[in-house]
């Protein structure tokens, strides 16, 4: 199995990267970032919950489009020597 921390890591990497080079993603994210954040104060709460994510539909949409760009921008392959190298540019 090849998953693991590092391609967490890689995945975190490259979606803060491309929202990064997108000011109104990050707008948005914050947008609807702080949106959630005044209706968990209002419930009374003081910290987000996995549903309060799953609810956020734009972070959830970045997300998956994060994952997907990573999927097509690092793609690997084995080396005879049974070592992973890039076939195409990854970050």
Request: aromatic content about 6%.
């Amino acid at each position: 199995m090849l998953a693991g921390y590092e391609t967490t890591a890689t995945a975190l990497t490259w979606a803060l990267l491309e929202i990064a080079r997108r000011p109104d993603v990050q707008s948005r994210l914050r947008r609807e970032i702080r949106q959630k954040a005044r209706e968990i104060a209002a419930r009374g709460d003081s910290g987000f919950t996995a549903n309060d994510f799953d609810d956020m539909e734009y972070l959830t949409a970045v997300i998956k489009v994060s994952k997907d760009d990573l999927s097509r921008k690092c793609a690997f392959q084995l080396a005879p020597i049974g070592v992973l190298r890039h076939v195409s540019p990854c970050l």
